[in-house]
């Protein structure tokens, strides 16, 4: 149980275009879900922390009006990455948490973004 | 403020020997802890996590970790790796929001 998937797993833009990754929750409901990017070699870094049905909180030195995130439902979250450009590129990886104890969070696989 | 270090940026071992991934963390409450696996190109996969009660924490594919909070710290130990193993190892700890902040990875690498 407990399954994030992402779609997609790899994209590949032209700058100045708009990418839109989704985040779902297979098996269970997310109230919050959590957006990371993750450049090479490097840790995970949080942007932003979205509830279900509310506006999403960003990280200090996170572009809102960049990376927009919506989080219409209690399964499905999605980041776009508006006007993209070349810094853009990273892997975004999304997680969901349950109302369990300790509020595990459940990874998705991750999304590779390209920007030319 | 919370924080964790992960002092070992690499690490290489021969198939079959012990392994230990050291974590130290700064945190002013009792924290949970937790440490994830990542392949290249691959998400994140829990590996353990310590909320309360025993420090000694039983993991998937034969580790476990210590917590002992004297010395702020939770390693990562498995007695015999396998060349599977091979990944990326980062250290987490989950504050009183909730987040998850995470060490900067470790790297593991097993030679035959």
């Known amino acids: 149980g407990a399954v994030v998937s992402q779609h997609p797993s790899w994209v590949i833009c032209k700058s100045g275009t708009s990418v839109k990754i989704e985040c779902r929750s297979l098996?269970?409901?997310?109230?919050?879900m959590f957006w990371y990017r993750q450049f090479p070699k490097q840790s995970l870094m949080l942007m932003a922390t979205?509830?279900?049905?509310?506006?999403?909180?960003?990280e200090q030195g996170v572009e809102k009006d960049k990376f927009l995130i919506n989080h219409a439902s209690l399964t499905l979250s999605t980041l776009t990455v508006t006007s993209a450009h070349p810094e853009d590129s990273s892997f975004y990886i999304c997680?969901?948490?349950?109302?369990?104890?300790?509020?595990?969070?459940?990874f998705g696989p991750g999304t590779r973004l390209t920007v030319l | 403020a919370q924080s964790v270090t992960q002092p070992d940026i690499h690490i290489t071992v021969s198939e079959g020997a012990s392994l230990e991934l050291r974590c130290n963390y700064s945190?002013?409450?009792?924290?949970?802890l937790f440490w994830y696996v990542q392949s290249p190109g691959q998400g994140l996969q829990l590996l353990l996590k310590?909320?309360?009660?025993?420090?000694l924490v039983q993991g998937i594919k034969g580790f476990e970790a210590e917590f002992k909070r004297s010395q702020s710290s939770f390693n990562l130990r498995k007695p015999s790796v396998h060349w599977s193993d091979a990944a990326e190892y980062f250290c987490?700890?989950?504050?009183?929001?909730?987040?998850?902040?995470f060490g900067t990875g470790t790297r593991l690498t097993v030679i035959p």
């Open positions: 997680s969901a948490r349950t109302g369990g104890r300790g509020n595990e969070q459940f």
């Open positions: 098996d269970f409901q997310a109230t919050t």
């Open positions: 979205s509830n279900e049905g509310s506006k999403a909180t960003y």
């Open positions: 945190y002013g409450a009792t924290p949970y």
């Open positions: 310590y909320f309360s009660g025993d420090t």
């Open positions: 987490a700890v989950a504050t009183g929001a909730n987040n998850l902040f």
